[in-house]
């Protein structure tokens, strides 16, 4: 982190997770802009412009900006109810990882906003 304190824990793990998510969507895109003329619906580019954003995101919320801190937040919320509808409106296969990824989505929000070391690392801003 290249902030001159510091981020608390809470802050510190939500990063990590922002970092782990941004990586595997990028890796995700290229496998997907990869195999564009083998799929029926191409996805690629749209995924590696969303790693893009997490990973931005991510790098703002390690440096202690507000901005980081909403739009990682905000895209965990979406995150959150795209896996809970498709864990229970998808194929049957998909529930188990549906109601992991929103489980770790809501766990990423409650880091940035629960603790109070978080409010307080991001209103010293």
Do not use: C, W
Request: charged share 10%.
């Amino acid at each position: 982190m290249s902030t001159d304190e510091s981020a608390p824990f809470p802050v510190f793990l939500a990063t990590v997770v922002g970092y782990v998510i941004a990586a595997s969507l990028l890796v995700f895109g290229v496998i997907g802009v990869a195999a564009a003329d083998q799929v029926s619906d191409p996805f690629g580019i749209g995924i590696l412009v969303l790693g893009a954003v997490v990973g931005l995101a991510t790098v703002m919320l390690g440096r202690g900006h507000r901005v980081g801190r909403v739009v990682l937040a905000g895209l965990a919320a979406i995150t959150f109810v795209v896996a809970v509808v498709y864990a229970f409106a998808g194929p049957g296969y998909a529930a188990g990882p549906g109601i992991a990824t929103a489980v770790v989505t809501l766990g990423t929000i409650a880091l940035l906003y629960l603790p109070q070391n978080s409010k307080d690392f991001f209103t010293r801003r």
